[in-house]
């Protein structure tokens, strides 16, 4: 049978090329493993998988994370992998998060402006883009059982114990690239974050057996 497997954008690819799975430490190898479990157990049992990565605004580190996790499981031809994002409170989701996904190879295109943008956020020319903008996890447009609650902030995951229809809770915390605003290390800070989120990710889906 012809693998059906999705064709990433060349430029995804060359950033895909430059992840070193040898730098995580063995720490956050350990904090990434509980999500590894539940995307394993989901898969085994022909399942679909469903992630909500959430931080307090939903407007940085989830979209990042979001984002990274869906071209992950692509790229490692998985399906029925659906992932999501939400924040504590709804915000937009930040233009610098927006510029670092483009610079790294996604296709993005604003479909709606205003307080809070709505992007098309494309990995593939054939694949349904992912849908940003910032808006709280338990909102209609997320799944409201049956998934993972992935927790990409500290504050949310010190504010939000409990994620209602939740099947699992899994902390999984990122440094904030919001202390670097308006600051000249701006666009590289992003651009670090969003790497070091898209090789733990990517270390995630690469340990799922098929």
């Known amino acids: 049978m012809t693998s059906t497997k999705p064709t990433l954008f060349q430029e995804i690819e060359k950033v895909i090329s430059t992840f070193n799975f040898e730098t995580i430490s063995g720490e956050r190898r350990n904090i990434l493993q509980p999500l590894i ?39 490692y031809d998985l399906k029925n992998v659906f992932c999501y994002s939400g924040g504590t409170e709804a915000t937009a989701m930040f233009p610098m998060a927006a510029k670092t996904l483009a610079k790294q190879g996604f296709q993005i295109r604003t479909l709606a402006e205003g307080n809070n943008p709505v992007y098309t956020i494309k990995y593939s020319e054939n694949e349904h883009p992912i849908i940003g903008f910032s808006k709280t ?4 447009f997320n799944p409201d059982s049956e998934f993972a609650a992935i927790m990409t902030c500290s504050s949310a995951d010190q504010g939000c114990p409990f994620i209602p229809g939740a099947e699992k809770r899994i902390p999984i915390t990122f440094e904030d690239p919001k202390a670097f605003d308006n600051t000249p290390q701006q666009a590289e800070k992003y651009e670090e974050r969003s790497l070091q989120i898209a090789t733990e990710m990517f270390y995630v889906f690469s340990k799922i057996k098929i």
């Open 137 to 140: 996890f338990d909102d209609p």
């Open 37 to 75: 479990d539940f995307i394993q157990a989901k898969v085994a049992s022909n399942q679909e998988v469903r992630l909500n990565l959430i931080c307090t605004h939903n407007s940085r580190r989830s979209h990042l994370s979001q984002v990274w996790a869906q071209t992950a499981a692509a790229f």
